[in-house]
């Protein structure tokens, strides 16, 4: 597996930041490649993703969720093999520090070769600052405030 960290400051308080990451459907958005997301339940998502004109189809399952600090999920089936944390952190009552933590393991030959080229790590930090732009221009959509445990 491949490890991705990126963290950004984002001029919004916590709960906004927390709140517009748990709109899971918004993430196309601002998330290059991601075609669609479909919430099938508080736990479950379905992905699809076209990346260097491969498109891949995957299933997310929230393992832990706790408002304003984190959410952890991992693939469950599909094409896509990942898990990964973002968590949010307070600054002050304007501003929080938002960092995504993802292991990916390359399926394919074109994200074994976008793995080696740093291309997916890349993808992620311009992902992570398009969540800021957006955030801070648009605010949330909407939230989900939600206690999901492990287990």
């Known amino acids: 597996m491949s490890a991705v960290k990126e963290a950004v400051e984002v001029e919004v308080p916590v709960s906004v930041a927390y709140n517009q990451w ?5 993430f196309p958005k601002f998330m290059e490649g991601v ?10 998502n379905h992905w699809t993703t076209k990346i260097g004109g491969v498109k891949r189809e995957f299933d997310t399952e929230i393992v832990d969720q706790f408002p304003d600090e984190r959410i952890t999920w991992r693939t469950t089936s599909g094409d896509t093999k990942q898990k990964g944390t973002v968590s949010f952190q307070r600054l002050d009552d304007t501003h929080t520090r ?7 393991e390359p399926t394919g030959a074109a994200e074994k070769a976008a793995d080696l080229t740093g291309t997916i790590d890349r993808r992620v930090k311009g992902d992570m600052r398009r969540f800021k732009e ?12 939600g206690r999901i445990t492990p287990g």
């Open 22 to 26: 748990t709109q899971f459907e918004e």
């Open 35 to 44: 075609e669609e997301i479909r919430q099938v339940d508080d736990r479950h």
């Open 98 to 104: 938002v960092q995504l933590v993802m292991d990916v």
């Open 134 to 145: 957006y955030i801070e221009q648009h605010g949330a959509s909407g939230s989900w405030r």
